[in-house]
């Protein structure tokens, strides 16, 4: 099935929205999501680092913060 949004007319807020409506919509469903089967070989590659005490765990915000730094990082000359 072909598909024609808007894109080009659309303001980022609008598209924003967009995308939030198809994400609610797709995961009322998780069901009838495949995930591919990298996810689950990297999940497992997580686990394994969490069971040998090697991963960094971060709660939410200083994850969040940790990429703004990284991001403004990889920005700055």
Not at 14 to 41: F, G, I, R, Y
Not at 42 to 60: D, F, I, P, T, Y
């Amino acid at each position: 099935m072909a598909m024609n949004l808007p894109l080009s007319r659309m303001s980022l807020q609008e598209k924003l929205v967009a995308m939030e409506l198809l994400w609610a919509d797709l995961s009322a469903t998780p069901d009838q999501v495949e995930s591919p089967a990298w996810h689950s070989e990297e999940l497992q590659r997580r686990r394994e680092q969490v069971q040998q005490g090697s991963a960094k765990l971060l709660n939410w915000d200083d994850a969040i913060a940790e990429l703004k730094t990284e991001r403004h990082e990889h920005q700055t000359p």
